[in-house]
C-alpha cells in the first residue's frame, strides 16, 4: 500500500508539474525558454515566423502534448527530430505544386489573357481578379513557407523547448501554405469565370474564336 501511495502521489506530481506549464503567464514561459513566439537566441527577440495565431498559452499546451505525444509513440528525441523534418519536407512539397498550378495559370492568361478581356469587362475584371488572387496566394508562399529557416538554428534553453519552437513553426508555415492554397484556389475560380463567360460570348457568335 505505501509504494500504491507513493506511486499515486508522483503522478499527481507529475500532472500538476505539467498543468502549471500549461498555465505559465507569458513572462515566465520567455524566461524558461519554452515560449512558442521566441526565436532562440541570447537577446530574445520576436521571431515573426511566430507572429500572430492562437495566444502563447493555449498554442504552447497544444505544442507541449502533440512533443510528448510523438516522444511516446516513436520512443526517443531523435526519431521526433527525423519525424518533424519530414514534414517540413512534405510542407515544402506541397507549396512547390502551388507555384507549378500558379505559374501555368499566369503563363496561359499571358498567350490568352488579351482574348478573354475582349469578351467584356465581366471577363476582364475576373480574369484581373483571379491572377491578383494567384499572386496574392504565390507571394504567400514564398514569405511564409520557402524562406529558409534551418532547425536547428530553432533551438531554445533545453531541448524540449527547442522541439516546442520547432512545432510551432511547422504550424506557422502550415497556416501559410493553407492560406496561400486558398487564394489560388479562389484564383483559378475566377480565371475560369472569365473563360466561362469568353465561351458563353463567343457560342452566341458575339466574339470570335479565334
Not at 505559374?103 to 478573354?116: Q, T
Not at 491578383?132 to 524540449?160: H, K, N, P, Q
Not at 501554405?177 to 475560369?192: A, D, E, M, R, T
Request: charged share 20%; aromatic share 10%.
Amino acid at each position: 500500500m505505501t509504494e500504491q501511495a507513493a506511486q499515486h502521489q508522483a503522478e499527481r506530481k507529475r500532472e500538476t508539474a505539467n498543468e502549471s506549464t500549461c498555465r505559465l503567464s507569458p513572462e515566465a514561459g520567455d524566461h524558461a525558454g519554452g515560449g512558442a513566439g521566441q526565436d532562440g537566441s541570447a537577446m530574445g527577440q520576436p521571431d515573426d515566423y511566430e507572429r500572430g495565431g492562437p495566444t502563447w498559452r493555449d498554442d504552447t499546451c497544444g505544442l507541449y502534448e502533440e512533443y510528448h505525444f510523438l516522444l511516446q509513440v516513436l520512443g526517443s528525441e531523435a526519431e521526433v527530430w527525423k519525424s518533424l523534418q519530414q514534414q517540413f519536407g512534405i510542407v515544402t512539397q506541397r507549396t512547390q505544386m502551388i507555384f507549378g498550378v500558379g505559374a501555368l495559370a499566369i503563363s496561359v492568361a499571358g498567350f490568352s489573357g488579351h482574348r478573354l478581356a475582349a469578351a467584356g469587362p465581366f471577363s476582364g475584371l475576373t480574369l484581373m481578379a483571379g491572377l491578383v488572387c494567384i499572386l496574392a496566394g504565390l507571394f504567400v508562399a514564398l514569405y511564409g513557407v520557402v524562406r529558409v529557416r534551418w532547425m536547428s538554428s530553432l533551438r531554445g534553453d533545453t531541448v524540449e523547448a527547442s522541439f516546442l519552437r520547432l512545432l510551432a513553426v511547422r504550424n506557422r508555415k502550415t497556416r501559410y501554405f493553407l492560406w496561400s492554397l486558398k487564394l489560388v484556389i479562389v484564383g483559378l475560380v475566377l480565371y475560369v469565370a472569365a473563360l466561362g463567360w469568353f465561351l458563353f460570348r463567343a457560342s452566341l457568335g458575339l466574339v470570335p474564336l479565334v
